[in-house]
């Protein structure tokens, strides 16, 4: 880590402590070495800062829509992180092969399965592109979930502090012996997903809520 990117993460630990009463215990269960990706769900903005500061000293990197960097400040902040560009909508093959190199180096690799924030912290519907990633990667897969920051915005009006919570679950890999169709895509997404919904409050687990409905057919745990 820099003394630019060391300074800028302890700024944040600071401003969100001052901020925030953040539960950030569960996170030292995540393993200190060795390519991961870590799935989450995508509250807004809060997540992203906290994670890659609570995570330090493991190096962390992770996608976001390329939109962001047409803002000076969030562009100079996510390129100072690492951050890697995608162009959501599509096959985005150079960001693709920017997540490979960062697995491929030892890092972690942080992917919303949503694709977008749903600002009222209940679980959206997965896209599938976690499974294309996943498995040709075959790196260890991470589920972590986080709730209490939707309330933030509010909160900060209110000068109140945000309760921001996270859990960890089990690791697993994806196990496919079966030609792969565009049904079994979005089966092993939602398989993703449920891992994460397990981790929530039930108010949170949004299109993910009926937790009979879970299986974990593609899913091999450690």
């Known amino acids: 880590m820099t003394l630019l990117q060391h300074f800028v993460c302890r700024v944040i630990q600071v401003g969100t402590r001052l901020l ?12 200190k070495r060795g390519p991961l990706i870590l799935v989450t769900n995508h509250i807004g903005s809060l997540e992203v800062p906290l994670l890659f500061v609570h995570l330090q000293p493991r190096p962390l990197t992770g996608f976001a829509k390329i939109e962001t960097w047409d803002n000076a400040f969030m562009g100079w902040l996510f390129d100072l992180w690492g951050a890697i560009p995608i162009r959501r909508g599509e096959a985005d093959m150079v960001a693709l092969r920017k997540g490979f190199a960062a697995l491929e180096q030892g890092r972690i690799l942080a992917i919303s399965p949503e694709g977008t924030r749903s600002r009222h912290g209940r679980l959206l519907r997965a896209h599938p592109g976690i499974v294309t990633i996943a498995l040709r990667s075959g790196a260890p897969i991470l589920p972590i979930a986080h709730w209490g920051g939707e309330k933030f915005n509010t909160n900060l009006k209110r000068l109140k502090r945000t309760d921001f919570h996270s859990a960890v679950g089990k690791p697993f890999r994806l196990q496919v012996n079966e030609k792969l169709t565009h049904e ?6 939602d398989e993703i997903m449920y891992q994460i919904a397990a981790l929530l409050p039930e108010a949170y687990r949004g299109e993910y809520a ?4 879970a299986t974990n057919k593609f899913l091999k745990f450690s």
């Open 20 to 31: 925030c009463r953040i539960e950030s215990q569960p996170l030292q269960k995540v393993p």
């Open 184 to 189: 079994m895509r979005q089966q092993i997404a």
């Open 210 to 213: 009926e937790m009979s409905k």
